[in-house]
C-alpha cells in the first residue's frame, strides 16, 4: 500500500484546524457574509433570505473542511499508526455532506442574485473601496485579494457568488475521485489530497477576503 512521506504532507492543517475551533462562534463573518446588502430582490420574492443562505453556507463549508482537516490528519499519521478505512471514510462522508449542502445553498444564492437588481449604495463603495491600502494595512494574500478585488472594483458580486459555486463544484469532484479510493479500501492519491487542500484553502481566503471587504465597508 502507498504511504506518504514522513511529515511531507500538511504542516499546517492542524493549526488551520484550531483556527476553525476557535471561530465557530462566529462563522457568520468567515465565508462572503454581508454581501447579501449588494442585491435587491425583485418584488414578490422577500420570503426567501439569502441572508440565512449564505450564513448557512457559510457553517457547512467550515464545518466541511474541518471533517476534511480532520481526514488528513488520519492520513498524515497512517505511516506511524495505520490507516482505519472506515474512520476515515466516516470523515470524508461528513465532508462530502456538508459541501453538498453548501452547494444546494449556492444554487439559491446565484438564482435569487441573479433575479436582483443591485443596490446602487454598496456597488459605489466598492467602487470607490481602496483596496490596495487594505490588502497592505492587513498583510493579506496578494494572489487571492486580487482576484477578489477584480469582482468587487466593478461592482460584480453576483460573479462572486457563481464564483464561489464553481469552487464548490470542483471540491466535490475531487472529493469524489477520493471517495472512490476510500471506498475500495485504496490509499488515495497524494495530488488528489494536495489539490483538495488547496481547493479548500484558497476559498476560504476567498470568501473570507469577500466578507473583509464587505465589513469594512459598512463602518
Known amino acids: ?29 468567515i465565508w462572503a457574509n454581508e454581501s447579501e446588502g449588494s442585491v435587491i430582490p425583485p418584488e414578490g420574492n422577500k420570503g426567501t433570505s439569502m ?22 490528519n488520519k492520513i498524515e499519521r497512517s505511516e506511524l499508526e495505520g490507516l482505519n478505512y472506515t474512520e476515515i471514510q466516516s470523515y470524508l462522508d461528513s465532508a462530502i455532506e456538508y459541501m453538498t449542502e453548501v452547494k444546494t445553498a449556492y444554487v439559491e444564492i446565484t438564482h435569487e442574485a441573479d433575479m436582483s437588481t443591485y443596490n446602487q449604495e454598496v456597488i459605489y463603495k466598492l467602487l470607490i473601496f481602496d483596496y490596495n491600502a487594505y490588502e497592505k494595512a492587513n498583510a493579506l494574500n496578494h494572489t487571492i485579494f486580487i482576484d477578489v478585488e477584480s469582482y468587487l472594483k466593478k461592482g460584480d458580486v453576483k460573479g462572486i457568488y457563481h464564483k464561489l459555486l ?54
Open 51 to 72: 441572508r440565512s443562505f449564505i450564513i448557512n453556507a457559510a457553517g457547512d463549508f467550515l464545518q466541511s473542511y474541518s471533517n476534511m482537516l480532520t481526514f488528513l
Open 166 to 219: 464553481a469552487d464548490v463544484e470542483g471540491m466535490l469532484n475531487i472529493l469524489a475521485i477520493i471517495k472512490e479510493k476510500v471506498d475500495a479500501n485504496i490509499f488515495p492519491g497524494i495530488s488528489d489530497l494536495h489539490r483538495v487542500n488547496q481547493y479548500y484553502s484558497q476559498s476560504l481566503l476567498f470568501g473570507q477576503y469577500t466578507a473583509e471587504v464587505f465589513i469594512e465597508i459598512k463602518k
Open 1 to 29: 500500500m502507498m504511504k506518504p512521506k514522513k511529515g511531507t504532507i500538511f504542516k499546517f492543517i492542524m493549526v488551520i484546524f484550531v483556527i476553525i475551533m476557535i471561530k465557530t462562534n462566529v462563522l457568520a463573518l
